[in-house]
Structures are given as structure tokens and as C-alpha cells.
């Protein structure tokens, strides 16, 4: 298998809402694990398998190491869907900390309220 | 109860609830078909596109409809503007030898 990451750029891109190269390629790893997701446990139960000729094992080993990085799901990070980035995204609301203060702020959220006491 | 009897209820109990039954406790790996796909989940995180503009242009146009997509005339005035002031896209090479002569005349 080629390690081209080209092979993964969609024809056409359909994310709406914030998008920079970043967000388009972290959904294109998204889109390639969600594809290989059911080789790679195939070939990881082969692996764990001991009833499995150890010859097997081995090649299934090597053609798991041989996927492309993009099929591993280690390699996608969640990211702000507002903003595009990738640090203290709130997983609730897929949204950074900055990003869920301005729409919580504005109302946008609902049920979220500035806390005081 | 006996050793085989308790074997047989363990047997039984994996054939109803489809389990793996493994006595001797071999690493089948199991545990990996056990997990669940990770993939939709993830494969969902950013908001979709369901239509674009295109898709509108292209249902309204058999119907003999005018559409205007500004941001899209904005892109082609601003490729005009920029082939005017010579700062346009190189043309494409089709060919390798016209690649090379490109790069020599640097």
C-alpha cells in the first residue's frame, strides 16, 4: 500500500461549518478509520489468536504495521467544530474552552448558564 | 456438583448467551471481537454538509431559474483581477520534458 495521504482527500469536502486543513485532515483520518476500522480487528484478533499458526500471526502482525497511518484511530484528535483547535476541546459540545465561553456567554448553548454564587 | 457437570452448565450458558467457551483459558482473542466499532462514533465528530449551493443552483436551473452565488463571482473577479496584474496561475505542464524546461530556465 502506497503511503500517499492523498488517497484519503474526499472528492468533494463535505464539512460544513469551520474548516482549515487541519479540521479537513483530521476528518479525512476519521474517514479512513471509520473505512478500515474492520480489517484492522481482524487482523489484531488474528494477532492475539495463540491458536493460530505463528506463521499467520507474524504476517498478519506485519500487514497490520503496513496500513496506513491514517487507519489507525490513535491518530485522530478531536477538534474544535467552531474553531479548529485542538487544545481543551470540551467533548461535550465539541467546542474549545474559548469557543463554548463566547456561545455559552451569547446564549447558544442550551441549558449552560454562568455559574455564580 | 461434579467437575464435568459444572463444565457442561458453563457450555450450556455460553451456547444460550453466545459465548465463547474456553476452558483451558487460551488467548483467542475474543476480546477483540468483543469490542465494539469505534469508527461511526468517530466518523461523526464534525457537522456534515448535507446541501451546498451547487446542489441548489443545479435543481433550480432545469426549472428556468436564475441563481447568484456571490462568494463564487467574488472568486472569479478576484482570479481576473490577479491574471491582470500577472499574478495568475502558472499553466499547467502536460508533459515531463515541458516540466524540465521549466525548471532550467530558473
Given amino acids: ?113 454562568k455559574a455564580s454564587w | 456438583m461434579s467437575q464435568t457437570r459444572l463444565l457442561d452448565l458453563v457450555k450450556t450458558q455460553c451456547r444460550i448467551f453466545s459465548l465463547n467457551f474456553n476452558p483451558q483459558r487460551l488467548r483467542l482473542g475474543n476480546k477483540v471481537l468483543r469490542q465494539r466499532l469505534r469508527g461511526p462514533a468517530l466518523a461523526s465528530w464534525y457537522p456534515k454538509q448535507v446541501v451546498s449551493f451547487q446542489d441548489l443552483q443545479n435543481t433550480y436551473k432545469p426549472l428556468g431559474l436564475t441563481t447568484f452565488d456571490e462568494a463564487e463571482d467574488d472568486r472569479e473577479e478576484a482570479i481576473q483581477i490577479a491574471k491582470l496584474r500577472g499574478k495568475g496561475r502558472p499553466k499547467k505542464k502536460r508533459t515531463a520534458a515541458e516540466s524540465r524546461s521549466a525548471k532550467k530556465k530558473k
Fill in chain 1, 1 to 113: 500500500m502506497s503511503k500517499v495521504a492523498s488517497l484519503f482527500h474526499p472528492k468533494r469536502l463535505n464539512l460544513s461549518g469551520f474548516t482549515n486543513i487541519r479540521v479537513i485532515r483530521d476528518n479525512n483520518k476519521r474517514m479512513a478509520v471509520e473505512q478500515n476500522e474492520p480489517e484492522r480487528q481482524a487482523l489484531r484478533y488474528m494477532i492475539r489468536n495463540t491458536s493460530l499458526p505463528g506463521r499467520v500471526r507474524a504476517q498478519a502482525q506485519l500487514q497490520l504495521s503496513q496500513m496506513h497511518a491514517y487507519t489507525r484511530p490513535t491518530q485522530v484528535k478531536n477538534r474544535c467544530v467552531a474553531s479548529g483547535h485542538a487544545r481543551s476541546v470540551i467533548r461535550d459540545f465539541r467546542l474549545n474552552r474559548y469557543q463554548f465561553r463566547m456561545q455559552a456567554l451569547a446564549g447558544h448553548l442550551p441549558g449552560v448558564k
